[in-house]
């Protein structure tokens, strides 16, 4: 590790894919005290996204990984991990969707919640349940009581570098999206580890923007899930929850 790296325990990853007025609201009502660095990866966005990130970055601290084309979300999720442990050397890297609103308490009770025995994983806890964006969401607090659950939800997670060092990246064979988070859940479990969820850190998220808005990207995501599931199924001898391999493909 080279004297000069400009260190930062925690890394913010934000894969977008269009969908730029989530991207511009999740930036600006970021609230977080610890230091923290914010990297941006662009899927291939043609709606502005990129001109957006370019003039934020003027007055900003940000760095931007552009690719022309959909890399796929594990992709995405291992270049941000990457980047910040070569450039950062950091502890934590938390990667939520663009479309979500965070409560300003969230991502430091993650982090606490890495004090647990054998946590390498937390998530927060998604308080979307069919009801309208709550305007007051920056004054709840604990409203939703203290139980951690081992059931992680990958719309707004954070991992450890122990986590890395031990299960190692997210799989890339799963593109461009679904079924990359069952595999490293399930990977999580097969290491002797925990993957959680805190009901102390909560979020809004306002669910599936990018193929929402986007038919292209929807019928081809439709697709590959299928193509996805059938991939999982090979890899752990069944679907998410009655795996049974214990090693990939049963080698």
């Not at 894969?15 to 005290?33: A, D, G, H």
């Not at 309208?132 to 203290?146: C, E, L």
Request: proline share 4%; aromatic share 14%.
């Amino acid at each position: 590790m080279e004297n000069n790296i400009k260190k930062c325990d925690l890394a913010i990853i934000v894969p977008v894919l269009n969908c730029l007025e989530y991207t511009r609201s999740f930036i600006q009502k970021l609230k977080i005290k610890r230091d923290y660095r914010l990297i941006v990866i662009n899927n291939g966005s043609t709606d502005g996204t990129m001109g957006y990130l370019k003039y934020y970055s003027r007055t900003k601290e940000i760095t931007i990984i552009d690719y022309p084309q959909n890399m796929g979300v594990a992709y995405a999720w291992n270049t941000g991990i990457k980047y910040a442990i070569e450039n950062f050397d950091s502890k934590y890297f938390f990667i939520p969707n663009n479309d979500i609103i965070l409560y300003p308490k969230t991502v430091e009770r993650m982090i606490e919640a890495f004090d647990n025995k054998d946590v390498v994983l937390t998530t927060a806890l998604n308080i979307n349940n069919g009801e309208p964006f709550p305007d007051n969401i920056d004054k709840i607090d604990d409203m939703f009581g203290d139980e951690i659950t081992e059931k992680p939800d990958f719309s707004c997670f954070m991992i450890s570098k122990e986590c890395v060092e031990k299960v190692g990246m997210f799989d890339e064979n799963f593109y461009p999206a679904y079924f990359e988070d069952n595999d490293y859940h399930y990977r999580i479990k097969k290491a002797g580890l925990k993957a959680i969820k805190t009901n102390r850190a909560v979020f809004y998220h306002f669910g599936s923007q990018t193929i929402k808005n986007d038919e292209k990207i929807r019928n081809f995501s439709n697709k590959k899930y299928l193509d996805n599931k059938e991939y999982f199924i090979k890899k752990w001898g069944g679907c998410p929850g009655n795996e049974i391999f214990d090693t990939p493909f049963g080698e």
